[in-house]
């Protein structure tokens, strides 16, 4: 059986283009399954996962939660802010307590870049990187290039731009290496400020005018601005942003072709987005959720294959 060249899904800085395929491949039979009117396979019924959270989420949390209970894992959730962290305990010894109740597999989202790099090194136990400050977001950009792959029928030679807060996103950061992984071409557009200056050494390239990098496309990922990561003022107003940034329908519409309009979640309508381009039908907002319930079956199934 193919297997993944990884233990740990810490970041898709780590993983292969095969590794990518053997993901997507293992999706395709889980979107299968999840569509039938049983919508659980037995396949992981020895296997323990605790989900450890230490910052806030929707999506991702309860979508690796339905993904280990489709697989039929036994789940354990962890919330940093009803937990002994508050009264100092460290991150190894949180997940050592937990781990020592014959835990398998650590799902953790952590404020820290680089906290699930930290934990692998440090416990005995797979590590699943569900976020990891502004450093990566794996299986949100492994969504998002398995949705582009589905509605375009494939990822290489996609024109596709990224669009807002670079500079503190972790998704966009795992959706760069995803897309440049796969042969797809890749540019980022947004204020000057919120755009690293290492990032065309990733392989991309940069776009100010919105206008012009939407005429290029095939596809639009919308970023959030990230106002909890925003330790000073980067632009001049969030009017100004979404004046410059901002996709409204009069601009999709006026645009020489039609594209794809993709976007993480959680939306600032009327800011990156306005809700008739979130809730048209270019938008594929709502499938990329239902997609990372595929996808993340699909890694902790792969993964704990090699627990096994
Ligand atoms: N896309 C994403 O990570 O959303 P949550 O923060 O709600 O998990």
Same mark, same amino acid.
């Given at each position: 059986?193919?297997?993944?060249?990884?233990?740990?899904?810490?970041?898709?800085?780590? !993983?292969k283009e095969?590794?990518?395929?053997?993901?997507?491949?293992t999706?395709? $039979? =889980?979107?299968?399954? @999840?569509?039938?009117?049983?919508?659980?396979?037995?396949s992981?019924?020895?296997?323990? @996962?605790?989900?450890? #959270?230490?910052?806030? *989420?929707?999506?991702?949390?309860l979508?690796?939660? !339905?993904?280990?209970?489709?697989?039929s894992?036994?789940?354990?959730? =962890?919330?940093?802010?009803?937990?002994?962290?508050?009264?100092?305990?460290?991150?190894?010894?949180?997940v050592?307590?937990?781990?020592?109740?014959?835990?398998?597999?650590?799902?953790?989202? $952590?404020?820290?870049?680089?906290?699930?790099?930290?934990?692998?090194k440090?416990?005995?136990?797979s590590?699943?990187?569900?976020?990891?400050?502004?450093?990566? $977001?794996?299986?949100?950009?492994?969504?998002? *290039? #398995?949705?582009?792959?589905?509605?375009?029928?494939?990822?290489?030679?996609?024109n596709?731009?990224?669009?807002?807060?670079? !500079?503190?996103?972790?998704?966009?950061?795992?959706?760069?290496?995803?897309?440049?992984?796969?042969?797809?071409?890749?540019?980022v557009?947004?204020?000057?400020?919120?755009?690293?200056?290492?990032?065309?050494?990733?392989?991309?390239?940069?776009?100010?005018?919105?206008r012009?990098?939407?005429?290029?496309?095939?596809?639009?990922?919308?970023?959030?601005?990230? $106002?909890?990561?925003?330790?000073?003022?980067? =632009?001049?107003?969030?009017?100004?942003?979404?004046?410059?940034?901002?996709?409204?329908k009069?601009?999709?519409?006026?645009?020489?072709?039609?594209?794809? @309009?993709?976007?993480?979640?959680?939306?600032?309508?009327?800011?990156e @987005?306005? *809700?008739d381009?979130?809730?048209?039908?270019?938008?594929i %907002?709502?499938?990329?959720?239902?997609?990372?319930?595929? %996808?993340?079956?699909?890694?902790?199934?792969?993964?704990?294959?090699?627990?096994?």
């Open positions: 059986m193919a297997e993944l060249s990884v233990k740990h899904l810490l970041g898709i800085k780590y !993983l095969a590794d990518i395929q053997l993901i997507f491949e999706a395709d $039979h =889980f979107k299968e399954v @999840i569509n039938r009117s049983i919508k659980k396979v037995p992981l019924r020895d296997i323990t @996962i605790a989900n450890v #959270f230490f910052e806030n *989420s929707t999506r991702t949390k979508s690796f939660e !339905l993904a280990e209970k489709r697989l894992a036994d789940v354990i959730n =962890f919330s940093a802010g009803q937990s002994s962290v508050k009264k100092g305990e460290t991150l190894i010894d949180t050592n307590n937990i781990l020592s109740m014959k835990v398998d597999m650590v799902v953790m989202r $952590h404020p820290s870049p680089g906290a699930g790099i930290f934990l692998s440090h416990v005995n136990a590590i699943v990187n569900a976020g990891d400050g502004a450093h990566e $977001h794996p299986t949100q950009a492994l969504l998002d *290039s #398995f949705s582009i792959r589905e509605k375009l029928g494939d990822v290489a030679g996609k596709v731009v990224i669009v807002g807060d670079i !500079l503190h996103s972790r998704v966009a950061l795992s959706n760069i290496f995803a897309l440049k992984l796969q042969g797809a071409n890749v540019k557009c947004g204020p000057r400020t919120l755009l690293p200056k290492y990032v065309e050494s990733l392989g991309v390239k940069v776009e100010t005018d919105l012009k990098a939407l005429n290029w496309c095939d596809v639009a990922n919308m970023l959030r601005i990230q $106002h909890e990561r925003l330790d000073i003022s980067y =632009f001049p107003t969030t009017r100004e942003y979404t004046q410059q940034f901002g996709v409204n009069a601009l999709l519409d006026s645009l020489d072709k039609e594209i794809v @309009i993709m976007h993480p979640g959680p939306i600032n309508r009327g800011v @987005i306005t *809700s381009v979130a809730d048209s039908k270019q938008s %907002i709502l499938n990329q959720v239902e997609n990372g319930v595929a %996808i993340r079956m699909a890694v902790i199934y792969l993964l704990a294959s090699k627990i096994k």
